[in-house]
T-cell receptor, first 115, second 112 residues
């Protein structure tokens, strides 16, 4: 039973294309996240949504647009892909408890390669 | 300079060794400290979680936080080949919600 799932697992595309990555969680969590992990394994948060509302928006190019149709799904759309966008993108989710930092559960990742 | 520094390794140890993994950080407001384990081609999974200073033990794993030195450690006793992975420290602020700041990760290899 997959808790946090992402599609696709691998994505190879040309510069300038537009692509989307989908994420779904079946844990009943309120909060979902997108992270980017570069080639040196550095993991950095990009966005966070709580009950479909954007709550964290780090310094990310506006070519990246998250969309949350419901609290179980958080998709990431990337316009005009660049070479530097090549990375592994992880989706995560957590139960939101006021004033408490809770465990984040990560998906398996989407390995994006821009040629 | 990154907010959280971690030696990337790789760190290679024989089976049964005690492993010490460390992170230093610059923001004294960090209050929650975590260690994640990431196997190759997988997502990170939470290993240990500590609030403020002190020690926490879970089986072969011990997490230590020294806020006065801005230094956290993860010790693995009786290391096994299955412990071979990248270990990422992470931390967050009080009231900072769930915005985790990660270290760069240390790659560990436990050899037979």
């Amino acid at each position: 039973d997959t808790a946090v799932s992402q599609t696709p697992k691998y994505l190879v595309t040309q510069m300038g294309n537009d692509k989307s990555i989908k994420c779904e969680q079946n844990l009943g969590h309120d909060t979902m996240y997108w992270y980017k992990q570069d080639s040196k394994k550095f993991l950095k948060i990009m966005f966070s949504y709580n009950n479909k509302e954007l709550i964290i928006n780090e310094t990310v190019p506006n070519r990246f647009s998250p969309k949350s149709p419901d609290k179980a799904h958080l998709n990431l759309h990337i316009n005009s892909l660049e070479l530097g966008d090549s990375a592994v993108y992880f989706c995560a989710s957590s139960q939101d408890v006021a004033g408490k930092t809770d465990t984040q559960y990560f998906g398996p990742g989407t390995r994006l390669t821009v040629l | 300079q990154k907010e959280v520094e971690q030696d990337p390794g790789p760190l290679s140890v024989p089976e049964g060794a005690i492993v010490s993994l460390n992170c230093t950080y610059s923001n004294s407001a960090f209050q929650y400290f975590m260690w994640y384990r990431q196997y190759s081609r997988k997502g990170p999974e939470l290993l240990m979680y500590t609030y403020s200073s002190g020690n926490k033990e879970d089986g072969r794993f011990t997490a230590q936080v020294d806020k006065s030195s801005k230094y956290i450690s993860l010790f693995i006793r009786d290391s096994q080949p299955s412990d071979s992975a990248t270990y990422l420290c992470a931390m967050t602020l009080t009231g900072g919600g769930n915005k985790l700041t990660f270290g760069t990760g240390t790659q560990l290899k436990v050899e037979l």
